[in-house]
């Protein structure tokens, strides 16, 4: 009886942590009630980990503690310790970590070699195909994001190589699933050794410039493994919460491969970003300008469109930039900021250092609310953006770029590029922008550029 009740209480319990996240998901929308949001979805997490030791023959409690302990430890740490700009290859390794844990999940219950019912096999085996895939290519991910895997690995034949793998790993998961006796252990050890190398094969050959897209890929991919293990395990937080992390990962790939108008297929198999591209024709010259002279086209201007890029966090220019920012507004200019889907090197990432710096939202714009405005502007200050501005996308079809909506900013009346030097953007071609008449590049980090043209501004 006390037994029943517990399980009721547990039950309850994960519906409760269910609610939190998806309330939590929904506040993690807006950039306004987004920190509270991750507090809802935290507290969600807290309630579905306390109520499974509440679990009827619940066992080994030390060693989960333990493990809790280890994991939360290792994540409190570098979770403060990590840089804004590696943010994508933390997400890459903590989502590695989900998938490796589902895969553990199915791989312990395929193990025990018990005769469960098909479907439950089936579902053991799916999620931990999937999940192995995941954590195997997630850490690869990782690797070529942190620069410890320097080159991609191609050769001819790669996808038919990895169609064979995949192919392997159905057929061998799919004989542990119709095993009359059980899953065979040797079997087991081989299917997840296919599915991890899976993993590696698949992800090698993908360009550096397109992991942000993979990671988010694989994301998806660990919130299915993780919800088919939950119905394996009969565990509803983990049905729930699955499958939410896979809805919102198939969403946030989708809107990736979107702003950059690509196919996810083009993403997987086309090797972008490696090598440069074909580079369209530029003409013209690239015209230096100093501080003292943009601070006083800025200062005398009407209105002025921040656009920031991968640079600014590179430099961690945003507060600067917005302290530039304010006193341009104290001196009647209008200053609002653009900020480009992909600009940086994960969604969002220019929204969470400006919000950072204290930005309010009501002067941040996306793609298609201020490209009308940038028509009838006197300054479009470009700092560390390259491809988000970059025309070849508008008008190049042989730019790998060509079809991604882009930043209006060459329309502008005066164009100010901060960069600092010739380096060319993620997609590894030069941009037209740079040479146009209209155009100055204002070299230098984006951090001391900025405090350059604070103090020419102030020096007015
Ligand atoms: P970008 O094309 O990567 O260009 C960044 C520019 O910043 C470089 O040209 C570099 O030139 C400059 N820079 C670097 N460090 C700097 C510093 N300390 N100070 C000043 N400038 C600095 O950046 P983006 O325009 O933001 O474009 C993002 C790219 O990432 C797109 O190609 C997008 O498709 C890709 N991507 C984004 C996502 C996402 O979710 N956000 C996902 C996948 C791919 P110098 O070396 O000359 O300084």
Known sequence: MGGGI??????ASYLLA???FITGLKRMSSPVTARGGIGWAGAGMVVA????????????IVLILVAIALGGGVAWITGKRVAMTDMPQMIALYNGMGGGAAAAIAAVELFKGEAHSTMV?????????????SFSGSLIAFGKLQDLIKRSFRFRGQNVVNLALLLASVLVGASLVLAAAGPVP??????????????VTMTLPIGGADMPVVISLYNALTGLAVAFEGFVLNNAAMIIAGMVVGSAGTLLTQLMAK???????????????????PQGEVSGSMKPIDAADVGVMMAFAQKVIIVPG?????????????ELAKLLQERGVTVKFAIHPVAGRMPGHMNVLLAEAGVPYDVIYDE????????????ALIIGANDVVNPAARTDKSSPIYGMPILNADKSRNVIVVKRGKGAGFSGIENGLFFLDNTHMLYGDGQAVAAALIQAVKAL
């Open 6 to 11: 517990a399980a009721v209480l547990v039950s």
């Open 18 to 20: 269910a609610f939190l």
């Open 49 to 60: 980990t306390i109520a499974t030791f509440f679990t009827p023959d619940m066992s080994n």
């Open 121 to 133: 096999l089936a579902l053991a085996v799916l999620g931990g195909l999937i999940g192995a895939v």
């Open 186 to 199: 040797g079997m087991v050890t081989l299917f997840f050794g296919l599915a991890l190398v899976l993993g």
């Open 259 to 277: 702003a950059m108008n690509r196919s996810l297929a083009n993403v997987l198999f086309s090797g972008f970003g490696d090598t440069a591209g």
């Open 310 to 322: 991968y640079g600014m966090a590179v430099a961690q220019a945003q507060h600067k930039v917005w």
């Open 368 to 379: 298609s609310e201020i490209n009308a405005e940038f028509d009838n502007t006197d300054v």
